[in-house]
């Protein structure tokens, strides 16, 4: 952690998680320039935790270093091209520790003596500073070997049904767990808890009989974060590294209790093998930010990758911008009134987050 990018990376988080938690808003962090993430929630006051430990954190699809390969590396194999911010989990575990020990320690009054920090002490230290793992595909750049084996065994991990049946192959975690899609039919998200989860966090996955793959499908993570005592309003984010139908996110308005999406996470680049579509891109983006009503549109799976083997002679990247997208809808849709349900193209609240770069859900 002496480098330049790292002690830079460690000195942005420490910042962040002090903003995070004097405001008590969840943080996302991107780790990396394609589609690992972690998102670090506060726990809600009168909610246990353990005695060294204030946020709760969500470790999503880490794949930090080194070459991915699905099938053989003959056929698909890529690298990132821009580093990491951390190269290891411990790493990652010694950011997340030290950034939360800093803003403790930063709080004009210490946790013993004020509710800067609220919550219900348990007796044990926490174990890892890592509490849960979210897996969203199978494939390598999502589902990492080399990366998830340095997790302590003990973690908790809700992958995907492929994901899942891969991961308990490896015989690496404890814990492995299928997640439960959000339906019409099963549309609470407390239902989405786990005993491996607190009773305030939700893992939903969305999907759509029209994929019968599941390649274009959505993790839904909710939460409440307020004192436990009160009705708080239920929050949540929605991953879609390859891009989910706009329309299946509908599910969302049926939701119960209702929640309230923070970030939308979906990519830009529209990426097609021949015919088939990877991922889903801007012009799907911007319909599906639209449906779930999220504050935030955060890009995710845009990196461009180095690549070898045979599939990368077929994929064909079309690169968007926010502006060329933007300005493509206009020129469809013509002008838009102010009181049209269009009218919210002129705030799109767009997020591009370099490696190592943390946004407040605020």
Not at 9 to 19: E, G, N
Not at 112 to 131: K, V
Not at 223 to 244: A, L, N, R
């Amino acid at each position: 952690m002496n480098s330049g990018p790292d002690l830079q990376h460690k000195t942005d988080l420490q910042d962040a998680v002090y903003k995070a938690l004097q405001l008590g808003r969840p943080l996302l962090t991107h780790l990396n320039a394609d589609t690992s993430w972690v998102l670090s929630i506060p726990y809600p006051e009168g909610c246990p935790r353990p005695a060294d430990r204030c946020l709760y954190n969500v470790l999503i699809d880490p794949w930090l270093q080194g070459a991915q390969s699905d099938m053989a590396a003959w056929f698909s194999q890529q690298w990132h091209v821009v580093d990491s911010s951390v190269q290891t989990i411990a790493e990652l575990t010694a950011c997340l520790k030290d950034a939360e020990s800093f803003a403790e320690s930063s709080s004009p009054v210490s946790s013993e003596q004020s509710d800067a920090f609220p919550g219900t002490e348990l007796e044990h230290q926490s174990l890892s500073y890592i509490d849960a793992v979210v897996i969203s595909h199978e494939f390598t750049d999502h589902c990492n070997f080399e990366t998830l084996k340095q997790l302590q065994s003990g973690t908790p991990v809700f992958a995907t049904k492929k994901a899942a049946q891969l991961i308990l192959s490896w015989r690496l975690f404890d814990k492995v767990h299928p997640i439960s899609c959000l339906s019409k039919l099963n549309h609470d998200w407390r239902e989405t808890s786990s005993e491996d989860l607190p009773s305030w966090l939700g893992i939903a996955r969305i999907t759509t009989n029209r994929d019968a793959l599941h390649f274009h499908s959505a993790i839904l993570i909710t939460f409440k974060i307020g004192p436990e005592s009160t009705e708080q309003e239920t929050e949540g984010i929605v991953y879609t590294p390859h891009g989910i139908n706009a329309d299946d996110l509908k599910v969302l308005q049926q939701a119960s209790p209702p929640i309230s999406v923070l970030a939308l996470l979906h990519g830009l680049h529209d990426i097609r093998l021949s015919i088939k579509r990877l991922n889903l891109g801007a012009h799907n983006a911007l319909r599906a930010q639209r449906i779930s009503g999220s504050k935030y549109w955060v890009s995710t799976h845009d990196e461009i990758k180095r690549a070898a083997g045979l599939v990368n002679r077929f994929l064909k990247r079309k690169v968007w911008t926010i502006e060329d997208v933007l300005e493509e809808e206009k020129r469809e849709k013509g002008r838009i009134e102010v009181d049209s349900p269009l009218a919210d193209l002129r705030d799109v609240h767009f997020v591009n987050l370099g490696s190592g770069e943390s946004l407040l859900l605020a």
